[in-house]
């Protein structure tokens, strides 16, 4: 069974930078295609940034320019950059595993004005 583990979220001014971190159990993280995903309260889960197993990434419209999504392979790690954030970047951020029911737990990202 596959664990996922978030950290990295808080509360942030406007304009600030997080950095998100999502750990893997399992010993084929390398292939898999890793995606972030984040929740609103009373909006429907959306598709943030992911990245394959060979680096190539995509990122929503609304966060390209401010997001990076990393990954470090020897961790089992994949991060999620997020600078110049904005009040509607709030949100609960959960990491997945690309075209499974793989989730982690959630962190919680505040950003205020």
Known sequence: QVQLAE???GLVQAGGSLRLSC??????????????HRQAPGKQRELVAAITSGGS???????????????????????LQ???LKPEDTAVYYCRVANTDYWGQGTQVTVSS
Do not use: E, H, L, P
């Not at 750990?23 to 972030?36: D, L, N, P, Q, V």
């Open 7 to 9: 950290s990295g979220g």
């Open 23 to 36: 750990t893997a159990s399992g010993s084929i993280f390398s292939i898999w295609t890793m995606r972030w």
């Open 57 to 79: 990434t995509y990122y929503a419209d609304s966060v390209k320019g401010r997001f990076t999504i990393s990954r470090d392979n020897a961790k089992n790690t994949v991060y």
């Open 82 to 84: 997020m600078s110049s």
